[in-house]
């Protein structure tokens, strides 16, 4: 499936289309309806900058769904491997 934005929103919003996909990754992610390297991909971004991004928004980055695939595909027992405490 391909997303169009056409030039008329873009030129409305004074957004770039690299922008918008930002925005619109964002978005998705705070709702939890993407991963943050479902997101990352989506907004064309490496994961450690949309991570950026997230957090100059002050947008927490939570990675609980990254942790349950990490788990579901045994590459993860549990937190502990990740957080000694």
């Known amino acids: 499936m391909s997303v169009v934005i056409a030039d008329e929103i873009l030129t409305k919003t004074r957004m770039t289309e690299a ?5 619109i990754a964002v978005m ?7 991963t943050l390297a479902q997101a990352s991909r989506f907004a064309n971004m490496h994961r450690i900058a949309f991570q950026h991004l997230l957090v100059s928004r002050k947008i927490p980055v939570h990675f609980k769904q990254d942790i349950k695939n990490l788990q579901e595909m045994g590459r993860l027992r549990s937190l502990s491997a990740i957080i000694p405490y």
């Open 19 to 23: 922008e918008m996909y930002q925005e």
């Open 28 to 34: 998705l992610f705070q709702k939890e309806k993407l």
